[in-house]
């Protein structure tokens, strides 16, 4: 089994967070798709990430944020094993964000010998 990453991708929406209800319905909708890939025995690791960074550039540029001119942005992450990419991409089906409209990226994990 090799593992994947997928990132999440979607229109950064400040104003669905402001309801309390809104959250823990959006919460469940990822705790159910996130539990059901746990079931199969391919969760290995997922994050949300969070709105507040710093971009760095080559010459030491800092920018506050690093959606500072991206209209969508990379919410978070999980990482599942799967014996192929074609099995990853069935796993990402039902993912929440794409419910919303929002794009997961899915990307093969490269392991380095040491």
Do not use: H
């Amino acid at each position: 089994m090799k593992e994947f990453m997928m990132l999440f991708r979607d229109e950064a929406n400040m104003e669905e967070f402001a309801n309390s209800e809104a959250v823990q319905a959006e919460v469940k909708r990822w705790n159910d798709w996130i539990g059901g890939i746990a079931a199969q025995g391919k969760f290995v690791k997922s994050d949300a990430l969070g709105y507040e960074g710093r971009t760095i550039t080559k010459n030491t540029v800092v920018t506050d944020g690093p959606y500072a001119e991206a209209k969508e942005i990379v919410g978070g992450y999980i990482i599942v094993k799967a014996a192929d990419l074609d099995e990853a991409v069935q796993l990402a089906q039902g993912c929440p964000v794409l419910e919303d409209g929002g794009k997961v990226e899915i990307r093969d994990v490269m392991v380095f010998e040491q």
